[in-house]
């Protein structure tokens, strides 16, 4: 019997027979084919994979590189203006310093070389300034000595402002700051900024391994390129896909642009606190800020404070926590002794010193208050972008700082007096002040403080309306005057008079006005010319009537004043509000000649590509006739020699001038000399009264300006003003109005007449009546025994 071994073979179903042996082996071999087909799938899927990686990674670079590179050619501050002061005139005798003259030539972009007594400018053109006792000496041609009669200073950078996060900026080169500060940012920031290529490796490896070992994220590593890239192109998130952009922003920008050019526009942008309401950008502003002083200018310690603060500048505030700011600065010093930037005796002597915060340098230039209305007048010029634009303004920083001066000296003699009155302001509050300065031939604002402290109001109180009071009263007599060229039925003359004495006048439907003179004090027939001088209201109310309340207002809107100002009998002694920019516009037609002349903030602007966008003309009107307008400068000299104003001379302020006080709610004085128009207010925010005259409260803030206006040839050389054609002068008694003669009193003065309308008739003997008082007294009059012709015709 046999044994049969089984045949390792199947059938299929069909019957055919399977070798098992062969099917394994090719089973073995399709597992591989199929391996090897996936195998391949998958590294195609990987080329692919990567291949549309690499294009969607170019893409997003390319994309990135290009808004990198169109910010960059646009410029990084296209959304900035830029705005520059008036050239100023110097001359020898004109007050300057050494330093302060070379610094503000460096501020132009010039070069100095600056010894002891004189500044030699290198750049533009090579001059020689010398001094003697704070004041230029003489001006010369540094190649052969040749005298110079005057060296214009060029236009000087106020500042940048971005009305995108109201960011204030002072624009700086890279040769432009001090090696302190380079070091200090530094060893601040990024120590090995120089050497690296955008990324600082061993310190990102660093603060991971001290981050994963303290389970917390405080360690630092971006680099001074990183920062740059993060604070200019990207978002301030703390997602993945900010962080891949911020290193492509970065590898970009490190090869399209030197070390020198990230680390100046770094420092052009980085945010270093606030002050007021704006936003301190880049360390030429904070050098300003927190100084008081350029950025070339500062000391270790100043260096070291600014560069700490760029880790947390709300943090370390060093106005409301200089503490803090002490502790962060003396570690950002001992970091520069530790990278062998300071010296052991320099590290302790930077350590020791003082923060040296100068607040008031920053906080009491008011001048954003006339760049508010500058940079109101560049966005008015309509189609014109004015992103990236350069204004040239009409500014002059030597009567900003003079009018900054002023008002802070005169406000605080203004609460002194107030604390001495039983009614002084219980609650605290301060009153404001507005100072206004302008050329009154150009319109050009040479200066302006819309109020005490911009940081805390910007407010802008030069375009709030209150009652002028008596300051209006310039346009009665100008009304009255100018019956001598436009008729009427009578002729008024500086020597016509009126009666000044309590009166009731009738206007409207049925309704009555009574006005009172200050402190009851009635002088009985006075001239025009002694009404203004001593500003007396029922005689100029009374003038007001007979010339027709209608013609003085229309004359007060010809001038600039709102329409809103109605012919009422209190229009007269300035009850209706005007602005105090109204005011200054209004008086040009006294300055001036009689032409009115609109003030203006720029003399004019430029592109982004350095083209003239605007080139603004002056704006003017003729409203007065020349003979009028000179009429009245006379009367308002008056108003300085023996009126109301006469406080101005005891003060020191001699040059040839004219003005008028004013006294409602509020106090006022406006005054001009043949080179400068000026106007002062004073009063609270909440339209409380003063309580102080014009000549008290507003008058020695102008007189203390204009004094220091005067030291400055370009202001000093006022002259008096000139008589047009067609005035002549004549002798008056004052008491008569009628001509001085050898029987008249001893009250004469000289008045001005358009020539025809001047007194014809000679005043005659006097007599001395005694006349009983209402106290039981007596006083004398004096009578004119001869009445030979009416005051007026």
Not at 328 to 340: D, I, K
Not at 462 to 467: G, M, N, Q, S, W
Not at 742 to 761: L, M, R
Request: proline share 5%.
């Amino acid at each position: 019997m046999h044994h049969v071994v089984p045949d390792l073979q199947q059938e299929t179903a069909e019957g055919a027979p399977i070798d098992a042996s062969a099917g394994s082996a090719r089973g073995l071999e399709e597992n591989r084919q199929t391996g090897s087909v996936k195998a391949g799938r998958w590294l195609q899927s990987l080329l692919i994979g990567i291949a549309v990686g690499a294009l969607l990674f170019g893409f997003a670079y390319r994309k990135l590189c290009q808004r990198v590179d169109h910010k960059l050619d646009a410029g990084l501050f296209q959304n900035t203006i830029s705005y520059y002061t008036a050239p100023e005139v110097l001359k020898a005798g004109d007050p300057f310093g050494a330093d302060d003259f070379a610094a503000a030539v460096e501020r132009t972009g010039g070069k100095v070389i600056l010894a002891a007594d004189r500044v030699l400018v290198q750049q533009p053109d090579p001059i020689e300034v010398r001094f003697v006792n704070g004041r230029i000496s003489t001006i010369s041609d540094a190649n052969n000595h040749r005298p110079l009669p005057v060296y214009e200073l060029p236009r000087q950078l106020i500042t940048n402002i971005s009305d995108e996060d109201r960011g204030k900026q002072t624009m700086i080169h890279f040769s432009d700051l001090p090696p302190v500060l380079i070091h200090a940012v530094e060893s601040a920031e990024d120590k090995r900024f120089f050497k690296h290529s955008g990324f600082d490796l061993p310190r990102t490896f660093k603060a991971l391994y001290v981050d994963l070992k303290e389970r917390r994220k405080q360690q630092g590593a971006s680099t001074i390129s990183m920062q740059l890239a993060r604070n200019v192109w990207l978002s301030r998130n703390k997602s993945w896909r900010r962080k891949a952009e911020e290193a492509l922003v970065t590898m970009h920008l490190e090869s399209k642009l030197t070390k020198q050019q990230i680390f100046e526009d770094y420092c052009n942008v980085v945010y270093l606190g606030d002050r007021g309401s704006f936003r301190i950008h880049g360390v030429g502003e904070a050098a300003r800020a927190y100084f008081g002083k350029d950025v070339g200018r500062l000391n270790v310690a100043e260096a070291a404070t600014l560069a700490g603060l760029i880790q947390r500048p709300s943090y370390l505030n060093p106005f409301r926590f200089p503490e803090r700011t002490l502790q962060r600065r003396n570690v950002v010093l001992g970091l520069m002794r530790a990278n062998h930037y300071l010296s052991d005796s320099a590290y302790e002597q930077a350590v020791h010193s003082p923060l040296g915060l100068h607040p008031g340098t920053y906080a009491a230039t008011q001048t954003q208050y006339f760049l508010d209305l500058a940079g109101n007048a560049v966005r008015n010029l309509g189609d014109f972008s004015y992103r990236g634009a350069t204004v040239e303004t009409t500014l002059d920083l030597r009567l900003q700082r003079a009018a900054e001066r002023a008002v802070q000296d005169g406000l605080q003699l203004v609460q002194r007096e107030l604390a001495g009155r039983k009614h002084a302001p219980a609650d605290g509050a301060r009153p404001q002040a507005v100072l206004i300065a302008l050329n009154p031939h150009t319109g050009e604002v040479k200066a302006l403080c819309g109020g005490t402290d911009y940081s805390s109001s910007q407010f802008n109180r030069a375009l709030a309306k209150r009652p002028p009071g008596s300051a209006f009263k310039p346009f009665v007599y100008a009304a009255a005057l100018n019956t001598a060229v436009a008729g009427g039925n009578s002729t008024f003359t500086e020597a016509s008079t009126v009666d000044d004495s309590p009166s009731t006048f009738q206007y409207g439907s049925g309704l009555t006005y009574s006005p009172n003179n200050f402190k009851a004090d009635y002088q009985g027939k006075v001239t025009l010319r002694q009404a203004l001088a001593h500003s007396l209201n029922v005689a100029t109310v009374k003038i007001g009537d007979m010339v027709g309340f209608r013609n003085v207002v229309a004359l007060a809107h010809a001038a600039g004043l709102n329409e809103n100002i109605q012919p009422t009998p209190a229009v007269a002694l300035g009850a209706y509000q005007v602005t105090p920019m109204e005011i200054a516009e209004a008086y040009t037609i006294f300055a001036n000649g009689g032409i009115r002349v609109h003030p203006r903030f720029i003399s004019s602007v430029h592109d982004d590509a350095g083209a003239s966008a605007y080139n603004p003309r002056v704006d003017i009107r003729r409203v007065l006739d020349p003979r009028i307008a000179y009429l009245m400068v006379d009367m308002l000299q008056e108003v300085m020699r023996s009126g109301t104003a006469a406080g101005v001379r005891s003060r020191g302020f001699l040059l040839p001038a004219a003005g008028k006080t004013g006294t409602s709610h509020d106090g006022w004085f406006v005054g001009f000399t043949s080179e400068l128009l000026c106007v002062v207010w004073v009063g609270f925010d909440d339209y409380r009264e003063l309580g102080l005259e014009g000549a008290r409260s507003a008058l020695p803030i102008w007189a203390e300006f204009m004094q220091e206006a005067s030291r400055y040839s370009e202001y000093a050389n006022a002259k008096p003003f000139p008589a047009p054609p067609g005035v002549v002068r004549a002798n008056v008694d004052l008491e008569t109005g009628r001509l001085a003669g050898p029987d008249c009193g001893g009250n004469v003065a000289s008045a001005y007449f358009i020539d025809g309308t001047q007194p014809t008739e000679m005043c005659g003997p006097l007599s001395i009546e005694i006349v009983p008082t209402a106290d039981g007294g007596v006083s004398e009059r004096r009578i004119q025994e001869q009445a030979t012709q009416a005051a007026f015709r």
